[in-house]
Structures are given as C-alpha cells and as structure tokens.
C-alpha cells in the first residue's frame, strides 16, 4: 500500500487536539482529533499543518513533531504537496479553502462539518472537487464506525426484517451537531432525501441562530422514515419489521434485538459480541487511504455534508411556515446558516 502525505488546515481543537476537560470521556479515549488519527492510521503519514494562529502552530508542532508548519495554507499546498488535506477551518473560510486545495492538486479533501454556510457553497465546492478528479469526503466519522458499519451490513443481510425507520435523539443544534447524525441516515437509508418537516424551540432560533433546536421528519427517495426529536445524549435506533438496532450513549454501547426463528420470542444481545473499541476517525482516514489505493467513493462523500445541511435549512423553513412539508431539493440555493 502506497503511503500518503497528509496535512492539516486548522491547527485548533478539530484539527489538532480535543478540550483538557474532555479528555476522560469516553469517546474520546482514541484518536479523535484529525492529526492523532493520521498518526495512528495506516499507509498515511503527517507531514505539514496551517494555521492563522502561531501559538497553535507551535502547540501542533510539539504535539505531533510537525516541523512543516505554515500561516499560510495557500503556500504550505504549493511547498509540500500533500495528498491528503483534513481542512478545519472555521465555517465561514471552508469552502474558500476545499476549493482551493481541490485547484492545488491534492488527491482526497477530508473537511470537518458542517460542510458550509450556505446550500450555494456546499454545491461549488462539490462541483470544484469533481472537476478536479478530488475525493471529497465529510468528516461526519461515525459513518465509518466499525460498529456501526457492522450494524449496516446486518440490516442488509436482512436480520431484523424488512429495514423501515431511523429514530434519533440528540441536543445539539440541527445546523451543526446533527450533521454527524444526518450524514449516518443518508448512509443506512441509502437514498436521498425527498421531503421533511420539522418544529423548532423557537421563531427567534428558526432565523439562524447556533441554538437551533427541535423535532423533525424526513422521508427518503425509497420510503424510509428518519425522525429527530431533541434531548438527552446521542440515541439512535434502527428499526426494520423484525427487530433493531439501539446505539446508546454517545455510541458507547451497542445492542441487538431479533426474534427466535420457530418461536417468534424477541431476543436481546450486546451488539457486535465482542466489543473491540477503535476510533471511528482513524476507520475514516484509513477508508480515504483505501479510496485512492482503488479509485472509489468515501463512506461520507460531500454530497452526504450537502444534504445533512439542506434537511437541516428545510426543517427550518418548515417550521417558519407553520410545519409545511419541504419538498427537496430546495430551488434556493442561498438558504443556509449564518455561523462561524
């Protein structure tokens, strides 16, 4: 295997390192920040970071023996030619950074959520990365989980019946957290969107602000259910005719319910048996190493970043329109969140 060089734009907190005060939480007890995933990760190697700010420069730099560090990403792309880009900016410099990365020459763009401000920005630079022959793919990693990648492959093996619904919860904001959440629906649906509606905390909040909060709908093109409600920590259940699929806790625990084939009795098993924890984020990186090795797509492509950003501005607009079903794909482009 081929081993790729990979750079970080955005030395902060994504890109680098997580909070102190998150350190003992346990889905943060692996790589979970971009750098310390390329550095576990095989058949890629770090190699440059960028970053405005000096002092995380120098941070990076002591954290991860990064000798390559740059204020200015436009010329760390032109000296040290990276493969891999991970781009960590702030949303408002994102889709001005993954174009011009995508112009640069790389190979795979690895770009944190939500993918941008608005649904225009979202769809140039898809289209800048696909004219460029560049694998774009959306840092939403749990799309990579090996657990959750088992609990796909189950579904579509047929173990719990006939695959029909996909219930969340979550309190984070619809613009922004939920698309880690979105992005895991678009991926188990396996179809896009067709419509949604949605209820939000408040009217004040519908207008764009980060605490966008509430409940919602979506309908896929194939007739599968995905519902949002807000609260609690991160639960989701996958639901089919004959069992599910509960991830509990921030996708700390995983189980399984089916029925005994001859006496229909449900059944109820940790889920996979045994567990063998390993970072959802190093899985991504390896996942994009193997995508260029063979030429093939990413679990999490930026379509899938496009389409959580647009359900999350539907469900919006569905709610400043008294609860009105959202047809998609939205025919306003410029619609979109006004965040950092």
């Known amino acids: 295997m081929a081993s790729y060089r990979a ?40 190699i440059a970071g960028a970053d405005l700010s000096r002092d995380q420069l120098e941070d990076f730099k002591q954290r991860w023996n990064v000798t390559a560090l740059y204020t200015d ?84 093996r047929g173990d719990i019946g006939e695959f029909s619904s996909m219930v969340a919860n979550y309190s984070w904001s619809f613009n922004g957290g939920h698309s880690h959440t979105l992005a895991l629906f678009r991926q188990f649906a396996d179809a896009p969107a067709k419509w949604v509606f949605g209820h939000m905390n408040s009217d004040e909040a519908a207008a764009g602000e980060k605490d966008l909060q509430g409940t919602g709908m979506i309908l896929y093109e194939n007739g599968i259910r995905g519902f949002l409600n807000n609260g609690g920590w991160l639960n989701i259940d996958f639901i089919g005719r ?11 625990d995983f189980e399984m319910w089916s029925r005994y084939p001859d006496t229909r009795e449900p059944i109820r098993r940790q889920f996979p048996n045994p567990k063998r924890p390993r970072s959802s984020q190093q899985a991504a990186v390896e996942g994009i190493v193997k995508n260029l090795d063979e030429g093939t797509e990413p679990l999490c492509p930026g379509e899938y970043g496009r389409e959580a950003l647009e359900i999350a501005v539907a469900l919006r607009e569905s709610h400043r329109r008294g609860g009105e079903k959202i047809d998609l794909p939205m025919a306003d482009r410029s619609l979109g969140f006004q965040i950092d």
């Open 73 to 156: 990403y436009k010329e760390m792309l032109a000296k040290e030619k990276p493969d891999i880009v991970s781009v960590t900016t702030k949303t408002t410099e994102r889709a001005e950074v993954v174009m011009a990365a995508a112009e640069a020459g790389v190979k795979a763009i690895y770009a944190t959520k939500p993918i941008s401000r608005t649904l225009a920005e979202a769809d140039a630079m898809i289209e800048t990365c696909r004219n460029h022959g560049v694998i774009f793919a959306m840092a939403c990693h749990k799309n990579w989980s090996p657990w959750l990648q088992m609990c796909l492959q189950s579904i579509r």
């Open 7 to 46: 750079a970080v734009i955005g030395c902060g907190r994504i890109g680098s390192t997580i909070d102190d005060e998150q350190v003992n939480r346990p889905q943060f007890r692996y790589p979970w920040a971009h750098a310390p995933a390329y550095v576990e990760a095989k058949g890629v190697d770090l």
């Open 242 to 252: 004959d069992g599910w699929f509960s991830c509990r806790n921030e996708h700390a």
